[in-house]
């Protein structure tokens, strides 16, 4: 098993860095790691070399080098990126402006990024963040665009509508002859000189907040996961853990009860019944499960089922 994990981790180096330099360096940290257990300077190092939007998929590889008791830690200082487009809708016409700032577009060599957000503002209170990569505005890719077609296409209709991802990274480009550098938004400082930081997502119900983990759990011999896992009501759709046995691996990469899980080794569970969670999550000995923390009460529990290997 520590074998193929190695091999997919170095594979995905190779696909994603092109300078010897740095892959020795990316090399090296881990092994420092390794030995020193100091998680924060990793993680730091880490950033020296995933240093463009491109390359942070390998954040996720990583995740199984490290230890069970590490990962939420791990969690909690990497970069939060969505593969997801999340749909807002703002009013452009609102007294106070749409409530952000923006910088990129071809001529500058990269996509279009949020760079300020206005608190309470419009952009603000549907969620947007800084570090989202705007992907359509009014159902049209931008992809293509220059600084100035956005600005006009923004400005066509009342309703703006935008599709975005995070990425957690903004584009550093003062003109079109400098070389693009990128800053990861927790060390971004906006034109304001406010330092900015973001977390993706982040929600509110009923005033208590959830966010989105990751984790990796590798499974050795008979050692089954140690959870239970319930649907969740009509109101509330879903599969959610309601019980962590403790001692488990899931115990121990700090899985709880309330969890929501919303995908597990790329397969979407929103949107999955009951019998299709649990042939999903027996279907591998390696899993990486994304959950979000506390997003229901284990009072909602319907069915449970004890998932072992």
């Given at each position: 098993m520590e074998?193929?994990?190695?091999?997919?981790?170095?594979?995905k180096v190779e696909l994603l860095i092109e300078n010897d330099a740095e892959k020795d360096y990316l090399y090296d940290v881990l092994r420092m790691y390794h030995q020193s257990m100091d998680l924060p300077v990793l993680v730091g190092d880490l950033k020296l070399v995933i240093n463009e939007p491109k390359r942070l998929p390998l954040f996720d590889a990583i995740r199984p080098l490290i230890p069970l008791k590490h990962q939420v830690e791990y969690d909690l200082l990497t970069p939060k990126r969505s593969r997801k487009l999340k749909e807002v809708r703002l009013d452009r016409t609102h007294r106070d402006g749409l409530g952000l700032s923006v910088r990129g577009g071809l001529e500058f060599g990269c996509g279009l990024y949020i760079s300020q957000i206005v608190k309470d503002g419009q952009a603000d209170n549907v969620g947007l963040q800084v570090g989202d990569e705007i992907v359509r505005i009014n159902g049209y890719s931008i992809s293509s665009c220059i600084h100035e077609e956005v600005i006009s296409l923004i400005k066509t209709t009342k309703t703006v509508s935008l599709k975005v991802r995070h990425v957690g990274m903004i584009p550093v480009k003062s003109s079109s002859e400098e070389t693009l550098k990128w800053q990861f938004?927790?060390?971004?400082?906006?034109?304001?000189?406010?330092?900015k930081s973001?977390?993706?997502?982040?929600?509110?119900?009923?005033?208590?907040?959830?966010?989105?983990?990751?984790?990796?759990?590798?499974?050795?011999?008979?050692?089954?996961?140690?959870?239970s896992i319930s649907s969740g009501p009509t109101q509330k759709p879903g599969i959610y853990i309601s019980n962590v046995k403790p001692g488990s691996l899931s115990a121990e990469v700090g899985l709880e009860a309330g969890d929501q899980i919303v995908e597990v080794n790329g397969v979407d569970f929103t949107a999955l019944d009951h019998k299709e969670a649990v042939k999903v999550l027996k279907s591998s000995r390696s899993l990486t499960i994304t959950v979000l923390t506390g997003a229901v009460s284990t009072e909602c529990e319907t069915r449970k089922l004890m998932i072992s290997q």
């Open positions: 074998r193929k994990v190695a091999k997919e981790f170095r594979h938004v927790d060390q971004f400082v906006s034109e304001s000189g406010e330092k973001s977390i993706a997502g982040l929600a509110s119900i009923g005033g208590k907040e959830i966010k989105e983990k990751k984790v990796f759990l590798s499974l050795v011999g008979e050692k089954g996961m140690g959870i």
